[in-house]
């Protein structure tokens, strides 16, 4: 490149001077001084040569410099700089070079440092972190995921080869740009992974974080495993102890009649409280699987009311249902669906002591950013008791929470029925809710899918 240059700028000026020469001669020829032109021709041509290397030459020196200073820096010499002149445009030319390479220097340092920190995260993370390219290859795992996965070498492989699981494979596939995070548990050499996914839409990559969930799974299965051997433990002798009070009814005096009630009461409540934690573990149990079938909300509202028509009755109440904007059916299981309704209308009556009690079934018009929600079923069910107060609304579905625990006892209340009816819906794919106001009532509200 250099010598190039060199000899173009070499060649035009030797071109000038002998152009400029010949332009001479011609004009010489007519005087007669021929001789003495074609010597001062030659010593010009001779000069101009001369003088015109060396300008070349110091036109070119400062590129050359500068050409070798970029091939430095490409190769990843950032302490490189130039010194181009003392003064002018080639002096300024390398000063802006010298400024490039140390802010390049600056960026690449930080980048460095940046980089090197989210290598000491990821490494230092429990849970394994993978990230899946466009093609399906995992790009970067850390040692967390590789001792999960029980992969030493997984970097550059395929993730379907690396977890050979449906529930895996069919999770990384379901991410993209218009669903970009999605979560899912499965099962892997006897243990339980939860795995979430992220979509990045720059890079096309998908982030995969794996929480190892064996412990916590195993030790809720042993929760549920207690509760089931002890319910079903306690329901012999509590049957034996109900069976015995009743029989006794008969002969005992009217002393002891108020002891014998109160046993009677407090055996029932104790064979409801069983009855309705075998019923919860079962709804918790993995893999718990409901017979879904086309089912008539309406039919199954009319059936659980009459259940409820005497203990209604004697408090002087009249539960109604409000179903001319309903039409349809519901897809559910009926068995399950009438656990709901009985909990939620057993409470109502139970807290109601005057005003009235309604049952609303209707179709959602799916008025929102989802209109996809549009035709599930929609039961209310509305009373007038003494209402809920604020605080106690977010938790008034957990295990065991009660309102009012003295009131409650006296009831006959568990504590479990709301969170029986929480976890049927949600395992419908449906919602609940509930909203209340302390003096004016309570309404619950729950959205199943549509057939």
């Known amino acids: 490149m250099k010598r190039y240059i060199l000899l173009r700028l070499f060649a035009i000026q030797l071109a000038i001077v002998v152009v400029l020469l010949l332009v001479g001669l011609v004009a010489a020829h007519g005087t007669g001084r021929g001789g003495l032109v074609w010597s001062a021709a030659v010593f010009a041509i001779v000069a101009a040569a001369v003088v015109s290397y060396l300008i070349a030459r110091g036109t070119v020196r400062p590129i050359s410099e500068l050409t070798a200073a970029f091939r430095q820096l490409s190769a990843g010499d950032f302490d490189v700089r130039v010194m181009l002149g003392r003064r002018g445009r080639v002096r300024q030319l ?96 006897s243990r339980v992974f939860a795995c979430s996914a992220n979509y990045l839409p720059a890079a096309r990559q998908v982030v995969l974080t794996l929480h190892d969930n064996s412990e916590v799974t195993r030790s809720a299965q042993m929760k549920r495993d207690f509760v089931q051997n002890v319910s079903h433990e306690l329901r012999t002798p509590l049957t034996a102890i109900k069976g015995f009070a009743e029989t006794m009814e008969a002969t005992v005096d009217d002393g002891n009649r108020p002891y014998l009630d109160t046993i009677i009461r407090n055996t029932d409540r104790l064979v409801s409280l069983v009855q309705d934690l075998l019923t919860l573990s079962e709804l918790e149990e993995r893999g718990t699987e409901l017979q879904l079938e086309d089912v008539d909300p309406k039919e199954v509202v009319e059936q659980m009311l009459k259940l409820f028509d005497k203990a209604a009755h004697d408090k002087g109440l009249t539960p109604k249902l409000s179903a001319s904007a309903w039409t349809g059916t519901a897809r559910a299981d009926r068995f399950k669906l009438e656990q709901v309704f009985t909990n939620l209308l057993d409470n109502a009556i139970k807290y109601t002591e005057k005003g009235e009690i309604e049952v609303t079934l209707r179709r959602d018009s799916g008025v929102g950013p989802d209109a996809s929600e549009a035709g599930r079923a929609v039961i209310e069910v509305r009373d007038t008791g003494p209402g809920i107060a604020p605080e106690h609304l977010p938790r008034i579905f957990e295990r065991f929470y009660v309102v009012d625990k003295g009131r409650s006892r006296q009831l006959g209340g568990t504590g479990l029925g709301l969170s029986i009816v929480k976890h049927i819906v949600l395992l419908h794919g449906g919602e609940v809710s509930v909203r209340s106001t302390p003096g004016v009532g309570t309404t619950f509200r729950v959205t199943l899918p549509a057939s």
């Open 94 to 189: 390398g000063d802006d070079f010298n400024a490039m390479v140390f802010s390049t220097k600056t960026l690449v340092d930080e980048l460095r440092q940046q980089r090197e920190a989210l290598n000491a995260i990821v490494g230092s993370m429990q849970e394994g972190l993978a990230v899946v390219d466009s093609s399906g290859r995992l790009v970067l795992t850390n040692a967390s995921f590789r001792r999960l996965v029980g992969e030493s070498k997984a970097d550059g492989r395929y993730y379907w080869e690396v977890i050979r699981e449906p529930d895996f494979v069919e999770l990384v596939r379901s991410v993209t740009g218009d669903n970009p995070t999605a979560v899912r548990e499965f099962e892997l050499t």
